[in-house]
């Protein structure tokens, strides 16, 4: 494995003010979406602009954005992304136009958030048998 880049104790502390802004300002992006205000629609909206903190806001995963919302825990979160075909993996930035037209619904619509859950609950038992 090749060594981290050589870095003068200025860079290195430039680059860990850098990580740890970073992490917080996803943390505060998380505790709005869980509290209602933030939607899912103007986190992508935010993520679209391309400036630094849109950039930074497209590393976010879909599951920990997910997991973040009200009423959607770890194991509803992981059973949706199934359900959408979305890999658990997959970050903000990489959702596609029609994964992001169904995360939306999920997220706006009861009704269809109970049909996935459903269908990947039923996928799950089906596997474990």
Do not use: H, W
Request: net charge positive.
């Amino acid at each position: 494995m090749a060594n981290p880049p050589s870095l003068t104790p200025e860079q290195r502390q430039r680059a860990l003010e850098k990580a740890g802004a970073a992490r917080r300002q996803r943390a505060e992006v998380k505790d709005k979406l869980k509290i209602g205000s933030l939607s899912l629609g103007e986190l992508f909206e935010a993520t679209d602009r391309g400036d630094e903190a849109g950039n930074m806001l497209a590393k976010l995963k879909v599951v920990s954005v997910l997991e973040s919302l009200p009423g959607v825990g770890k194991v509803n979160a992981k059973r949706l992304l199934k359900g959408l075909d979305i890999s658990e993996g997959r970050r903000l930035g990489g959702v596609g136009d029609k994964q992001r037209e169904r995360l939306l619904r999920v997220v706006d619509d009861l009704e269809y958030r109970r049909e996935i859950l459903t269908e990947a609950r039923r996928s799950e038992e089906s596997t474990a048998r």
